[in-house]
């Protein structure tokens, strides 16, 4: 009996040995294939993207509420109202599968009617940003554990999803949406255990300001997105909005989930606090005029870092709290 136990518990062993070995060869191969992609893709220029005069942007889903009434989970929904559009952008993360969501409720809060929203941007199939795993596994992206109709809403996803009421087009190259509003294209990364990322941020164009980029998790890389933004556009590039992903001291997903997943690294190797200084600094070249971190895939330690080096011009990215840029 003892001997067939220590056969199997070697058998597991090796099995998971061949599995660790498996993820490890399968994210090298697409981190290969992921920076050759972004080597060999040059963006022709996005002409005439216009304007709008005002953009807002109001924090639905975040790690934190501006107060204890407001639901705050490591996710990302925020809502942008520029130029008559108003588009959600990602849906949150829905961790316990609730109904209402903790964005249904916030939206409740904060007098945001569904019915108002005529565009959904899904910036990546990620858990926190298609509303929880159920959602990201079937490739849809849901506001809630019922079904929200959205006949009403057009909704851009960075590759091939569906939704059973919401018109859905795949946005994997630049496209302006509406007057003033487009987004990049998708920029590819690796992600351990998770095969290739590929993700869009959002630009709007206010007039006498510049592009404002609106960011989910930040996969992609800032330096990245800033490059891709001075590809497609001849404005210059006035603030950057969301999740950046540097949890270098805590993650808000627990078992440190988001140290592990999500860094474009192996599971071993850590988002040193150097790159986040490095980032910061090279974010700190752009004349940025505005610029908040999401809290829900960075640490208190990364934003402290931002709120340090561009003082005045830092916002908290908190639910509740609006962000303007213009008039
Ligand atoms: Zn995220
Ligand atoms: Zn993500």
């Not at 969501?101 to 910036?123: F, Y």
């Not at 095969?195 to 930040?218: D, Y």
């Not at 210059?236 to 988001?258: A, C, T, W």
């Not at 860094?263 to 700190?284: C, D, M, R, Y």
Request: overall charge neutral.
């Amino acid at each position: 009996m003892m001997k067939i136990m220590a056969y199997v518990i070697l058998a597991v062993v090796v099995l998971g040995l061949f599995v660790f070995a498996f993820s490890v060869r399968n994210f090298l191969r697409n981190n290969k294939i992921a920076e050759a992609s972004w080597e060999e893709y040059k963006p022709e220029k996005l002409e005439n993207l216009g304007t709008v005069k005002e953009l807002k942007i109001m924090p639905l889903v975040d790690h934190y509420t501006v107060n204890d009434s407001l639901a705050g989970e490591p996710g990302v929904s925020y809502l942008v109202s520029a130029g008559g559009k108003k588009i959600l952008f990602d849906v949150g993360y829905n961790l316990n599968n609730e109904h209402p969501s903790p964005l249904l409720r916030n939206m409740k809060q904060l007098g945001v009617d569904i019915n108002d929203i005529d565009t959904i941007v899904i910036s990546h199939n990620h858990v926190d940003h298609t509303g929880g795993m159920k959602a990201m596994k079937q490739h849809t992206f849901l506001l809630s554990r019922e079904e929200v109709d959205l006949s009403h809403v057009k909704a851009y996803v960075p590759e091939k999803m569906s939704h059973t009421t919401a018109e859905v087009e795949a946005t994997p190259g630049p496209k302006k949406i509406a007057e003033g509003i487009a987004t990049i294209g998708t920029i590819d990364r690796a992600i351990w255990g998770m095969g290739i990322t590929s993700e869009q941020a959002l630009a709007v164009n206010v007039e006498g300001k510049g592009l404002v980029l609106i960011v989910g998790c930040g996969h992609q890389k800032a330096v990245r997105i800033l490059e891709r933004a001075r590809d497609l556009f001849d404005v210059p590039i006035y603030g950057v909005i969301g999740g950046l992903h540097y949890p270098v001291e805590e993650s808000r997903m627990k078992y440190n989930l988001q140290k592990i997943f999500g860094t474009g690294k192996l599971p071993w190797q850590k988002i040193e606090k150097q790159e986040v200084l490095e980032a910061v600094a090279e974010l700190n070249k752009t004349n940025l005029r505005i610029i908040g971190i999401s809290a829900h895939d960075s640490c208190d330690w990364t934003l402290d870092k931002f709120r340090e080096v561009f003082r005045d011009r830092y916002v908290d990215v908190m639910v509740g709290r609006e962000i303007r840029v213009g008039q």
